[in-house]
């Protein structure tokens, strides 16, 4: 079913220029690579960092309306799918300890891989804050609320909202900044 899915995305997407197809294609291939060979590894967080960056680079090249401003999506993206696989896997590392399941989270244990994910999420809320603020103040101050936002209530996340708030929270966060920054574009 996967394989046959597969093909039927790349044929109904055949239409679109070499590049938005590429990236299509590019984002199908971190979807496979997670499934296939790093879901348990530590290498587990490097398919969903580069493949967030690849949704608003296919969006924006379909549309043939690519701007300078999009690069900035590489590094922000990369940063928040750090952000949230980690805060994904971190529910699962105390049932898990010790077990075959060995993904980022699970190596860097608990503390660690929190104190990872509110870095990689507020550093990628600074850089958006800071890239912002030479296009558009407003833009710049609406991302940092979610930022501020989101780290005041990241580690609390889960005593407020459940096993998986932090993932909730930061998902949510993510989003906000993703549309506050490419409404810029």
Known sequence: ???????????????????????????????????????????????????????????????????????WTFPL?????????????LPDVPGEAGGRVRGMAHRLQARRALALSMASFGAAASIACLVLAFVS????????????????TGSRATRIFGRNGLFGVLAVSSAILAVVFLSAA
């Open 137 to 152: 103040s407003d833009r710049a101050v609406l991302a940092a609320i979610a930022g501020i936002v989101a780290m005041l």
């Open 1 to 71: 079913l996967a394989v046959a899915l597969a093909v039927a995305g790349m044929a109904l997407t055949l239409p679109l220029d070499i590049a938005p197809w590429l990236v299509g294609v590019a984002g199908l291939g971190c979807g496979l690579l997670y499934d296939v060979w790093l879901k348990r590894t530590l290498l587990s967080w490097l398919p969903l960092a580069l493949a967030l960056p690849l949704v608003p680079a296919w969006v924006f090249l379909s549309a043939d309306a690519w701007v300078a401003l999009l690069w």
């Open 77 to 89: 993206g990369l940063l928040l799918g750090i952000a949230l696989h980690l805060a994904n896997q």
